[in-house]
């Protein structure tokens, strides 16, 4: 697999004007599988990229992963070296995985344990009987982490609930200086069936469930994918 980081102002949109160019050495990595943009997490005023794999680092469990890339260099490299950390998913019976049956979203939440540190989220959809959860991973994100030491994680609470569908910042809802989470469920259903939902979590910390959430927006009808 691969994967391309574009500078901006953009110059041509093939893979070859790329700025940055990764590639894995491990056969059925899956790397590029999902990405995304997580922020300044080390502190050193330029982002970070997320890039996603679906397969394993070692003869193990095809669980997938995140590597976490800075934007600073340029040209071709393998991502092993281009990268300053890789987070990879719990591990045990049923823990959600990372590159299954959905992509994996990847955001910047901003910094929610307002350290000065800009923090990453990570949903996983799928895992725990499509449950699922989203993760916020505190920066500075360097060496082999795992989403079992997450700052947060926010889990569905009933099969195919799908929480972590979609991630994003809320920014500072409530003024205190720390930001804030959204976090989507599209099989959330208080409304009806798959009626879906968007739950705001105000500077989360430690494990919580889906319908702690300081505010929700819900559907209002069925199937609102």
């Known amino acids: 697999g691969a994967a391309y980081v574009f500078h901006n102002p953009l110059a041509g949109g093939s ?31 330029l982002p970070e990229v997320g ?6 680092l070692s003869s ?6 995140v590597y976490i890339v800075g934007t600073a260099s340029d040209g071709k490299m393998y991502v092993e070296d281009a990268a300053q950390g890789v987070v990879l998913p719990e591990s045990g019976a049923g823990a959600p995985s990372l590159g299954g049956s959905y992509a994996n979203p990847i955001a910047a939440a901003g910094d929610v344990d307002g350290d000065g540190y800009g923090d990453a989220l990570i949903g996983a959809p799928d895992g725990n009987g499509y449950r699922g959860a989203a993760y916020v991973l505190s920066g500075p994100l ?15 609470l009933e099969s195919n609930d799908g929480v972590g569908h979609a991630v994003a910042t809320a920014h500072d809802v409530d003024g205190d200086g720390r930001d804030d989470v959204a976090i989507g469920a599209p099989g959330y259903d208080p409304h009806g069936p798959q009626s879906g939902a968007v739950a705001i979590f105000v500077a989360p910390a430690g494990e ?18």
């Open 208 to 225: 919580l469930g889906f319908d702690e959430a300081t505010a929700m927006a819900l559907g209002d009808g069925t199937n609102w994918y």
């Open 15 to 45: 893979p070859a004007d790329a700025d940055i160019r990764l590639y894995g050495t491990i056969a059925t990595l899956g790397l590029g599988d999902f990405a995304g943009g997580v922020g300044d997490t080390d502190g050193d005023g």
């Open 60 to 65: 193990g469990a095809t669980r997938g992963g």
């Open 142 to 156: 360097t060496g082999e982490q795992s989403l079992f030491f997450a700052t947060a994680k926010i889990s569905g």
């Open 51 to 56: 890039i996603g794999f679906t397969g394993s």
